[in-house]
């Protein structure tokens, strides 16, 4: 599921919503996405638009990240990865609910041992224990 060597990375919606303008390659040597993201975040953001035109726009921006990138399933193993992070979560005195697609997205990162690429790192401070947050500006 992963590259040899370099960075390994997982997107979050943030990333897949607005690249980085330098580029993929130079945050890592490997780039996916979670099945959470293709469908549980970037889907809903498709059908939600009621302008035909944008709803287009993001169809093909839907389409481009699957051509692009590998989609990442979300399996029996990243919902243990999950309930740890929702554990760590409580430990830090936050409520994993509001939070639980961007949970799924990092326990996906988190069962395949990859870095999660954000624009939000702040949002996973509290995971730092079991998972690497890359802060992409």
Same mark, same amino acid.
């Given at each position: ?10 997107? +979050?919606? *943030? ?9 993929? !390659? ?5 780039? !996916? ?18 302008? %035909? ?5 993001? /169809? /093909? ?5 699957? +051509? ?12 243990? *990865? ?6 760590? !979560?409580?430990?830090?005195?936050? +409520? %994993? ?41």
């Amino acid at each position: 599921m992963s590259a040899p060597g370099g960075r390994q990375v997982l997107l +979050d919606t *943030s990333m897949v919503i607005a690249p980085p303008l330098s580029g993929l !390659a130079l945050i890592a040597d490997f780039v !996916a996405v979670s099945a959470i993201t293709y469908r549980g975040r970037a889907g809903v953001r498709v059908g939600a638009a009621a302008d %035909p035109v944008e709803r287009q726009r993001r /169809r /093909r921006r839907e389409q481009l990240v699957v +051509d692009t990138f590998d989609v990442i399933p979300f399996d029996i193993a990243a919902v243990q *990865s999950y309930g740890l992070l929702a554990n760590l !979560a409580r430990t830090a005195g936050r +409520d %994993p609910r509001p939070w639980r697609l961007d949970l799924l997205i990092a326990a996906t990162a988190e069962r395949h041992g990859l870095s999660l690429a954000t624009r939000n790192a702040a949002d996973f401070r509290y995971l730092e224990r079991v998972l690497d947050v890359v802060e992409v500006p």
